[in-house]
């Protein structure tokens, strides 16, 4: 509601500064209606853009908040398709630790996935998760998959499926090292709150 009283009150006072520009401009030209017109038209150009800088100074940094957001929101739309992936092969892998495996990098995945939804400034923290280690984690558990589907297990296909099991552990290291990043503000207002804590309880004590 301020915003759109703010912006009436704009256009209104421009609209009083357009009308005192004509007529300051109409007689000072000797009553031309032209020159009138485009002092008018000046005046309030001029005073709508001054009045909006200085009254509504966020409205350029709002189109472009929407404008990452709307980004943001897509880039999660997307890696929620590649975390379906990654969910239906968990359960199609034979082993107990495999399974055990890629149920954590979906639980981290999600978790990072449901705080971005929720507060989209975080992406920016996040954009190794969204552009790498999603994609990675739902290749290589894919990958996994298809070599268990083999209807022949050859050395060959042995020594893959072992590459792979530690490429899934490799990324779980990875992915606990990106849940901690997307935190870090989160850990360090924590750590700021508990030293303001202290710092009260010790003054507290002294008295």
């Known amino acids: 509601m301020k915003r759109f009283l703010k912006r009436a009150f704009i256009f209104v006072a421009s609209s009083n500064i357009a009308i005192m520009s004509f007529v300051i401009v109409f007689f000072s030209t000797e009553n031309q209606v032209l020159f009138g017109g485009i002092g008018a038209f000046t005046g309030f150009l001029v005073s709508y853009l001054l009045l909006k800088r200085k009254l509504l100074p966020q409205d350029e940094l709002d189109k472009v908040e929407r404008k990452e957001k709307k980004y943001v929101l897509a880039q999660v739309k997307d890696a929620k398709t590649k975390l379906q992936k990654l969910n239906s092969n968990r359960f199609k892998v034979r082993s107990i ?99 303001l804590m202290n710092q009260q309880s010790l003054t507290i004590e002294k008295k």
């Open 97 to 195: 630790f495999v399974y055990q495996n890629i149920t954590k990098l979906y639980k981290i995945s999600l978790k990072i996935i449901k705080m971005v939804e929720k507060e989209p400034i975080r992406y920016r923290s996040a954009q190794t998760f969204f552009h790498q280690h999603l994609d990675s984690s739902a290749i290589i558990a894919e990958k996994y998959v298809q070599l268990l589907s083999q209807p022949v297990r050859t050395h060959e296909v042995s020594a893959a499926l072992r590459e792979t099991e530690n490429a899934l552990k490799q990324m779980e290291r990875k992915m606990e090292k990106e849940l901690m990043v997307v935190l870090e503000g989160d850990m360090n207002n924590l750590n700021t709150e508990i030293k």
